[in-house]
């Protein structure tokens, strides 16, 4: 990787992924070619981010497969490392983000999670020497955990965050999809029908009290019966500090459980009168001009 990166000129793009690559995966490489003159993606499944009792075995894994959707995206390098070239014997360089960004949510139910991708996307960082890297909103808290990682450590990177990429019923597409079984992957629909609904109720009933969208997520979450809920939050856009009254751009986070697969999703609540956050109004700068 160092002696491609050595050849390499212009604006340098990375994509960085656990692999299992999908179309969510594709839309971020596919604006990463459209940007930037040599697109990197990596391929390494974090072993540093999972918790000793999550799916790191288990997680769904084939290079091939992803070789062949990467060659056809015009992808320059992948580099796919073993994970002793990451994290070599007596590896001690953890970066971590600390404060509240990364206590709560996932830091608060997935301890060493944030911690472990902050330290493997800085490794990354310093590997590949990217200009951009693009990272999806799906995983809403870690993109603005990487940004807050990127100008702490002061590194010479632009992140791009990008919209999330969903099947045609509304479900977000995620490598942990794979997992679920038929029955599961309807009662999956829940998230996408509890975030709807929170949008409803910002945005066309003006609902401004906080704890009222939880209530009503919540209530409509509990009737499936195969979802086990870990955290529903409403958080400002930027920060994640849990809001009480949606008086500006703001997350609905999601997280649960369906069976032994757990999924997250969000959505951005924008209040009637508030500033629409730049990542949306480019977006829709862009579809206007498209
Ligand atoms: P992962 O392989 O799950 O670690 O994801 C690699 C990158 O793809 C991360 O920046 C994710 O946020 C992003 N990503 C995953 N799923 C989606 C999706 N459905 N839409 C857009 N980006 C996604």
Redesign the pocket.
């Known amino acids: 990787m160092a002696a491609e990166r050595a050849a390499m000129q212009g604006r340098v793009g990375l994509v960085?992924?656990?692999?299992s690559l999908h179309e969510?995966?594709l839309?971020?490489v596919r604006r990463a070619r459209a940007e930037c003159d040599r697109v990197v993606v990596s391929v390494f499944v974090n072993p540093a981010q999972f918790g000793p009792q999550e799916d790191f075995a288990a997680y769904p894994r084939d290079l091939d497969r992803d070789l062949r959707l990467l060659e056809a995206e015009g992808v320059d390098v992948v580099f796919a490392p073993p994970p002793e070239e990451i994290y070599p014997p007596g590896f001690d360089e953890w970066v971590e983000v600390s404060g509240p960004l990364t206590s709560t949510l996932e830091g608060a139910f997935r301890p060493g999670h944030l911690r472990g991708v902050t330290t493997v996307v800085a490794r990354l960082f310093r590997i590949v020497r990217p200009q951009r890297a693009y990272?999806?909103e799906?995983?809403a808290q870690?993109l603005r955990v990487v940004r807050r990682m990127v100008e702490e450590q002061g590194l010479p990177v632009e992140v791009i965050g990008?919209p999330?990429?969903r099947e045609p019923d509304g479900l977000?597409?995620?490598?942990r999809n794979a997992y679920l079984s038929p029955e599961e992957r309807q009662a999956a629909l829940v998230v996408p029908g509890a975030l709807a609904l929170a949008r409803r109720m910002v945005e066309e009933e003006g609902v401004r009290d906080a704890a009222a969208i939880r209530c009503a997520v919540e209530e409509l979450i509990r009737n499936e019966p195969r979802a086990r809920i870990d955290y529903i939050a409403v958080a400002g856009y930027e920060t994640l500090a849990e809001l009480t009254v949606v008086d500006r751009p703001a997350l609905l986070l999601l997280a649960m459980r369906i069976g032994a697969t757990r999924l997250i999703d969000n959505a951005m609540l924008v209040p009637a009168g508030a500033e629409p956050p730049a990542a949306l109004r480019e977006r829709t700068e862009r579809r206007r001009t498209a």
């Not at 960085?16 to 692999?19: C, D, E, L, Q, V």
């Not at 977000?172 to 490598?175: E, K, L, R, T, V």
Request: proline share 5%; net charge neutral; hydrophobic share 35%.
């Open positions: 960085p992924t656990m692999g969510g995966h839309s971020l990272f999806g799906k995983d870690q990008l999330t990429v977000a597409m995620s490598s």
